[in-house]
């Protein structure tokens, strides 16, 4: 502040000095003053000069300045330093922010007070069908059409979620959305988006699940009961007695298979996937099973099924024992009880061009309509149901099979022709198979 003064008092003084040389107090006078002007000048010069700088801000380029301006500019180019940092910082976390909501897997939608998109996640945009660039300013209302979205938003009640219809895999399958809006600020509004598609399938299998083991259970329950009602009400010939003992044993075999296959498709979800470090030989599986097949097809075809086995080349199957086993099983079972007696049914093994190896049973029953196929391996699926279980068959077999395969690293195949047969294949990968020499 004192060269300031110093500076004014100076200019003042030599234009004072300047006027009396005219030997005249106006002249004086206006000497001090025009004195004070120029001084002026060049200080509202200088202001000018750091307004200007303020302006840009460009702190690459400093204007060169004196005294108290160059005071007042290094404080503000302090000042301005420190608030792009702050701001650098701000935009740092925000970045952030944004990008932890874009890996979110629920959908973001950020609305402003009139319900048009001021931003959203991509999420969103394939839960809703947005495209998150081009939508930006729309109305949500004119994107997302489902009338129950456009009630919602109207009636501004956003205490509970919604659903509404997506893009799906295809027209017909659309997926699932849950939507629910939760306003903050100024009247802007936050809408969150979750896909339910799986929820909702996974709940609907957990139905149909309990429905079909309740009717499963509860046709040989009836039976039973109809059976112990009979005997305790009624004096039945010894060969009545025997007759109605031995289809009870049979309903009761019947729910215990059932019990069984569920027990054993519950282990195969809970338990982790078998490792690599046991070696079955192929042809041991395939002999065990068939002696399986064989006994079964004495007791339930006359005349029996004629079995016949393909062992292929030798060769290790990697994974767990009682797995191979009871899939492979599983599916030579099915060959004979839907077979009709005097049938052939051929199984065995060999390794594919591709490396992988190939358990398969083919046989000469009925067939299976193209239509069927897909749905083989869901759980209590029958193609005839009537004939399942006049064969003892629980509907699980198959996708205990399916778990097997899957759980191995690999998956099941299905042919079949109707009215020439079927052929089932378990496929697994190239690691899991290991050739080796004949004996």
């Not at 016949?308 to 024992?321: C, I, M, R, Y």
């Amino acid at each position: 502040m004192i060269p300031r003064l110093i500076g004014l008092l100076l200019l003042v003084s030599v234009g004072a000095v300047w006027g009396l040389s005219h030997e005249s107090a106006v002249w004086t006078f206006v000497g001090a003053l025009v004195g004070a002007l120029v001084w002026s000048l060049f200080d509202g010069y200088r202001a000018r000069r750091l307004l200007q700088w303020l302006g840009k801000g460009d702190l690459s380029q400093l204007p060169g300045l004196s005294g108290l301006w160059a005071e007042v500019l290094e404080r503000n180019r302090k000042l301005i330093r420190k608030l792009e940092k702050r701001a650098s910082n701000s935009d740092a976390r925000l970045e952030d922010f944004l990008a932890a909501i874009q890996a979110s897997p629920n959908g973001v939608v950020l609305l402003d007070s009139a319900g048009r998109i001021e931003w959203c996640n991509l999420t969103a945009a394939n839960h809703l069908g947005f495209d998150p660039q081009k939508d930006l300013g729309q109305y949500v209302r004119n994107l997302v059409r489902a009338p129950a979205f456009s009630a919602y938003m109207a009636a501004a009640d956003f205490r509970q979620e919604i659903q509404v219809d997506g893009p799906g895999p295809r027209p017909t399958q659309p997926a699932k959305i849950s939507l629910q809006v939760h306003p903050y600020g100024k009247k802007r509004k936050l809408m969150i988006s979750r896909d339910v598609t799986a929820v909702q399938l996974a709940e609907a299998m957990r139905r149909d699940f309990v429905a079909n083991v309740s009717h499963e259970i509860r046709t040989p329950l009836t039976v039973l009961s109809g059976f112990v009602e009979t005997m305790q009400s009624i004096e039945l010939e010894e060969a009545d007695r025997m007759r109605y003992l031995g289809l009870m044993s049979q309903q009761a075999q019947r729910m215990q298979t059932l019990v069984s296959d569920l027990l054993t498709l519950s282990r195969l979800e809970g338990s982790p996937a078998p490792g690599a470090g046991e070696w079955i030989d192929s042809g041991e599986l395939l002999t065990h099973v068939l002696q399986e097949a064989q006994g079964l097809s004495s007791a339930i075809a006359d005349p029996p099924h004629v079995i016949e086995a393909d062992p292929g080349a030798a060769f290790w199957v990697s994974g767990a024992k009682t797995e191979l086993l009871s899939a492979m099983s599983n599916l030579l079972s099915n060959a004979v009880r839907y077979t009709p007696g005097g049938g052939r049914i051929h199984a065995g093994w060999h390794i594919r061009a591709d490396g992988c190896g190939e358990f398969f049973v083919t046989d000469t029953g009925p067939g299976i309509a193209a239509e069927h196929l897909p749905r083989l391996t869901e759980r209590f699926y029958r193609v005839d149901r009537s004939r399942s279980r006049e064969t003892g068959g629980t509907g699980l077999g198959l996708a205990i099979v399916k778990h097997v395969a899957q759980r191995h690293g690999g998956q099941v195949e299905v042919d079949s022709t109707l009215g020439e047969g079927s052929t089932f294949r378990i496929v697994l990968p190239s690691s899991r198979v290991r050739a080796r020499p004949r004996d």
